[in-house]
């Protein structure tokens, strides 16, 4: 890495083991996403930044300049319709991404049913609970019974066509209502991702406001749709997490251990390995090769799964993911989809490091691939493991950052955060309400998304330490609540270090951090679930709109950010971003910021500065708690 690189740049963002990473000599050679921004000499075209650059024909690309005549398109689209059309289609990429996960994810679950896979139904309770959503009969019946009949209804809705996704139901009446009024209740999860693509095509939805209900639509079929039946599949038959420490840092590898890192989204994959890895074979394998087992840590979203679920440390976020490599102490970095640099393979080259690709639809020059089959889950995860303990001799020099891992208590499913403050004997919402009613807790600020190299201090942790000492309870996704995880907020004691006199409180007498980590970007559908218990508990308005809640995913890279942000935003919660590719387009940016509010009950807004990005969700939660009459 560049001498100047990181050290200030990655500094805060990346923790103190990276730090002392990067000041290790086999670590300067290694070339990041730090030294490629450096290296590129320009800055990023004005036009693709404010969302006015259009190349949706071949008449063009045309760049557009709002309310100058001669700079409208060469067709004859203005600025509005163009930026609405990029940002539309980013939401219909990510959601497409969601989508295409979840649909993995389905088809695991039918095939784990028919007892096709390692796996098992495991959560028989969400089991039913979801089978009563999608009105399947329990009674008397067996597990995989429902769970095949549930996956078989999930996997329709795919490709539905009319009517509305069975969890729409789910939300809270009054925004059902809403959505219903204004025509944007999902039908089939494809079809709107589709429709939103045809609609963005040349010479289609030419008003920006029409370009943008089909664009919630297609956001509320990810959040409502693709997102949540991928949680709650996953938890069924992989359990839903419950609190457990853990650790996040790249000292997790293990000097004494094949170290296998999982990267992706898809945890079918990722939970084959934990099987896999503590298979006698395996172990035998690699005592072999004089290991001592099989180290597994994650990377991105992969990592989250395995962490609230099984406790997996997670050696890094996705900033760090070449980080990780660059300690050339991995024997195999295993990956699927979405969020995976293409310049790991270079990361490697010369090291004793495979990168193994799994997935048909994800291939990476440069890398080793290792078809994943679902049918043959556990034979597939031995022959990825059997290739990483064949390089465990050949690895040569490396560096394991020592003596900062971090604790942190994972595992906050909207069950155990109802369970933790409602006890055993009455799990609900209810208690964490009158907390808020009573005022020592103000409101919920969610802190999701990515990373990315632009920002040099830790934009998440400023923001979230901003919120908890304004007594702010801070729920945390993907790599966002890594990042926290870092910075030690994710454990109980950070309450007492940081966190205002209410909330401390609070934290206290549970034993929770101020901070809570749900889980990864598929995940933040819990909160759309934890959000609609809060309106359904009582006392803090009708729906989601009316609750002191505000969300903002600031440092967001992946196209999977701006489509959970709008499925926010439709389903009545404020989501303040650093920036929003809009800018170009004065009337677009006036409807997103404002404009919206008046169909949803919420808006985007935009804040380059963290702390006042912070403050700015702390006066939306103020401006919510005055509406409600408990701002004492
Ligand atoms: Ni899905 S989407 S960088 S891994 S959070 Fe991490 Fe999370 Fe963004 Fe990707
Ligand atoms: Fe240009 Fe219109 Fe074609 Fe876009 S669709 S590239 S604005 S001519």
Redesign the pocket.
Known sequence: MAKSNGCDKCNDITGASTLDLLNQDLAKQVRTAYDRIEDRGMSACLFGSGGTCCRNCNMGPCQIIDGVESMVGICGATADTVAARNFARIIAAGTASHTDHAREMVRGFIATAKGETPHEIKDVDKLHKMAKIFGIETEGRDKNEIALELGEKALAEFGQQEGELAMVKRAPAKQQEIWRKVGVVPRGIDREITEMMHRTHMGVDQEYQNIMLQAARCALADGWGASMLSTELTDIMFGTPTPKRAIVDLGVLKEDHVNVTVHG?EPLLAESLCLAAEDEEILALARKVGAKGVNLAGV??TG?EILMRRGIPVAG??IQQEMVLATGAVEAMVVDV??VMQSLAQVVKGKHTDIITTNYRAKMPDAIHIQFEEHEAYNSAKEILKHAINNFKKRREFYIPKDKKLDVVVGFSHETINYMLGGRFRASYRPLNDNIINGRIRGVGAI????HYKYADDVHFKIAVELIKNNVLVLA????A?ALGRRGLLRPEAATEYAGDGLREVCEAVGMPPALHVG???DNSRLLIALTEMVNEGGLGEDISELPACGTAPL???E??VAIGQYFVSSGAHVIFQNLPITGAKKFTEFIKGGMKEVYGACWDTEEDPIKLAQKMIKAIDGKREALGINK
């Open positions: 989204h991105c979203c989250n976020s996705f979405q969020c999701v998304g990515c990373e996704t993907g790599c966002a890594q990864s970007c598929v967001y890279m992946s999977k950010a």
